[in-house]
């Protein structure tokens, strides 16, 4: 499966000799994620639940992943995203992203769901502009650089 957005590949699965593991080891990649306990480590899926992972190219290269959690007896979708390759930071490349992957989820489910912590405010822009509305606070949900740090979920519907 492949979706093209006008200047992304985004293909469903994962390449071998991907740079996903290179990012996980950069702590400024990783640092508003909760892969960031983990840094270095090998990601190990860790529950049953139904998930694909998403790899995005800006022509041949790899620049970012995109997860999908699925809640099949709800019919709802869960989206995270990490962009590893900082020199396309703020060019736009992981809201083009996120809003095709969850397009094209909302074809097959009734909502599409995320969170982010509240001082993450590159996820914050990408909840709003790709139509995401606001779906509640989870008050001091993570421990973050020393502080307290809401999540901040967000949902769109097909």
Known sequence: MQLSTARLIITKGVP????????????????YSELRHGVGKPIVEGDNRPSERWTVYLGDEEIGRLGVT????????????????????GDGYGTEAWSAVMDHL???????????????????KIFK???MDWDGVRQWQFLWEGKEVDCVLACKFA
């Open 16 to 31: 071998e000799g991907s740079r996903f593991q290179t990012w996980l080891a950069d702590p400024e990649v990783v640092r």
């Open 129 to 131: 502009k790709s139509g």
């Open 70 to 89: 699925f809640d099949k007896p709800n019919n709802t979708a869960d989206l995270s995203i990490l962009m590893g390759e900082k020199k396309y930071w």
């Open 106 to 124: 909302l074809k097959s489910q009734r909502k599409v769901t995320a969170g982010t912590m509240a001082v993450n405010i590159g996820m914050l």
